[in-house]
């Protein structure tokens, strides 16, 4: 920690002192058994305006060798415009490697993991920011009192992706490629996890029932209604688990339980099974090629820094297409209160029709 914080300052003075946070950024947690499936779960009522809602995701314990659950939660925006593009776990020179998430103008490559809720697998149905105010689609978002909060319209959202597989590539994993859209936002200006989002991460990682060795992929605490809040008035529990849990005690072939070298110690990994000093290479490995992710979390957690993913109203993927993020309502969309003027041209983030036709659905995501 003190050497990063030498190089930090040293690039400081050498007026790099960004260019050094995403060389931070750019090491990525990894390990050798996959994360388990995303369990089945309903979305708390959002606590008030200007949250968004960031899914759950299975983040690593090094020192318990094992998963444990990170709550999906509500969180506020870091400013208005920000939008979450949720990290996800993509197959990597034989291990699974963590790919942060972010905050930006527009929703990047979450390696096409359907976390629900709006988080379809491509970009975000569940809403779009327009002169200042957040726009909820209620079709996939749990708005209870619209009289507090009447910025919602109702868009029926197709699903292409009915499974609750959690991570991109490998044996079994989602097979989705970037996108152009989503390569061009993985370059744009991005902001670290929240200080609330970090401590939401440190705090599951100390619950021991939240581990998938104790919960079977069926956590108590599955999604929350504002981050870091685990009272039990706060909590919705998971209705079932999305698939088998391999025991903690696996040890894959590939020897992912050995620790790699890396040429920089990555902040907040601690006891990390093996470390990657460019994410982009995994990215490349993992079909995200180009999806490099900024500005990463730097929390003290010893744990995986792994940030927010999580699902909403029942883990049922209510939609992939279109993945609407800013600015002008989806077309047929049926709004409680107007928005401001639209903007001019279509957000870049909204993906094209699926040509082929939908897969038979998953139990789990009605």
Same mark, same amino acid.
Do not use: C
């Given at each position: 920690?003190?050497?990063?914080?030498?190089? $930090?300052?040293?690039?400081?003075?050498?007026?790099?002192?960004?260019?050094?946070?995403?060389?931070?950024?750019?090491?990525?947690?990894?390990?050798? !058994?996959?994360?388990?499936?995303?369990?089945?779960?309903?979305?708390?009522?959002?606590?008030?305006?200007?949250?968004?809602?960031?899914?759950?995701?299975?983040?690593?314990?090094?020192?318990?060798?094992?998963?444990?659950?990170?709550?999906?939660?509500?969180?506020?925006?870091?400013?208005? /415009?920000? !939008?979450?593009?949720?990290?996800? +776990?993509?197959?990597?020179?034989?291990?699974?490697?963590?790919?942060?998430?972010? +905050?930006?103008?527009?929703?990047?490559?979450?390696?096409?993991?359907?976390?629900?809720?709006?988080?379809?697998?491509?970009?975000?149905?569940?809403?779009?920011?327009?002169?200042?105010?957040?726009?909820?689609?209620?079709?996939?978002?749990?708005?209870?009192?619209?009289?507090?909060?009447?910025?919602?319209?109702?868009? %029926?959202?197709?699903?292409?992706?009915?499974?609750?597989?959690?991570?991109? /590539?490998?044996?079994?994993?989602?097979?989705?490629?970037?996108?152009?859209?989503?390569?061009?936002?993985?370059?744009?200006?991005?902001?670290?996890?929240?200080?609330?989002?970090?401590?939401?991460? %440190?705090?599951?990682?100390?619950?021991?029932?939240?581990?998938?060795?104790?919960?079977?992929?069926?956590?108590?605490?599955?999604?929350?209604?504002?981050?870091?809040?685990?009272?039990?008035?706060?909590?919705?529990?998971?209705?079932?688990?999305?698939?088998?849990?391999?025991?903690?005690?696996?040890?894959?072939?590939?020897?992912?339980?050995?620790?790699?070298?890396?040429?920089?110690?990555?902040?907040?990994?601690?006891?990390? $099974?093996?470390?990657?000093?460019?994410?982009?290479?995994?990215?490349?490995?993992?079909?995200?090629?180009?999806?490099?992710?900024?500005?990463?979390?730097?929390?003290?957690?010893?744990?995986?820094?792994?940030?927010?993913?999580?699902?909403?109203?029942?883990?049922?993927?209510?939609?992939?297409?279109?993945?609407?993020?800013?600015?002008?309502?989806?077309?047929?969309?049926?709004?409680?209160?107007?928005?401001?003027?639209?903007?001019?041209?279509?957000?870049?983030?909204?993906?094209?029709?699926?040509?082929?036709? %939908?897969?038979?659905?998953?139990?789990?995501?009605?």
């Amino acid at each position: 920690m003190r050497i990063n914080t030498l190089i $930090v300052a040293l690039f400081a003075l050498l007026g790099l002192g960004t260019a050094a946070e995403k060389a931070n950024a750019q090491l990525v947690l990894s390990v050798g !058994l996959a994360p388990p499936a995303l369990p089945v779960y309903v979305q708390p009522e959002i606590p008030g305006p200007g949250y968004i809602w960031t899914p759950g995701y299975w983040a690593w314990n090094a020192d318990a060798s094992d998963y444990y659950w990170v709550p999906g939660a509500w969180v506020v925006a870091p400013r208005p /415009g920000l !939008l979450w593009t949720p990290g996800y +776990w993509g197959w990597s020179g034989g291990a699974y490697v963590w790919n942060a998430g972010y +905050w930006g103008p527009h929703v990047g490559f979450y390696g096409g993991v359907s976390y629900g809720f709006g988080y379809t697998g491509v970009g975000f149905a569940g809403g779009y920011w327009s002169g200042g105010s957040f726009y909820y689609n209620r079709s996939v978002a749990n708005i209870g009192n619209t009289t507090v909060i009447n910025n919602v319209y109702n868009q %029926q959202v197709v699903n292409n992706n009915t499974t609750n597989v959690s991570y991109n /590539g490998g044996n079994g994993g989602v097979r989705t490629q970037p996108t152009p859209q989503e390569l061009q936002a993985a370059n744009e200006q991005h902001i670290a996890p929240t200080q609330e989002q970090q401590s939401h991460q %440190q705090l599951a990682s100390q619950n021991k029932d939240l581990r998938a060795s104790v919960n079977g992929g069926k956590p108590a605490i599955a999604a929350v209604g504002k981050a870091g809040d685990f009272s039990p008035h706060n909590v919705v529990a998971a209705k079932a688990a999305g698939g088998a849990v391999k025991p903690a005690s696996f040890t894959p072939s590939n020897g992912g339980a050995n620790a790699h070298s890396a040429s920089k110690t990555q902040t907040g990994t601690g006891n990390a $099974v093996k470390t990657h000093a460019d994410p982009a290479l995994a990215a490349k490995s993992s079909g995200a090629s180009g999806a490099t992710h900024h500005d990463a979390t730097a929390g003290t957690n010893k744990n995986a820094v792994a940030n927010l993913n999580a699902g909403v109203n029942q883990h049922q993927n209510p939609g992939s297409n279109p993945a609407h993020t800013n600015g002008t309502p989806p077309k047929g969309a049926t709004n409680a209160k107007k928005p401001p003027a639209p903007h001019p041209q279509a957000h870049p983030n909204a993906p094209k029709p699926a040509a082929h036709a %939908q897969p038979k659905k998953d139990p789990h995501h009605g």
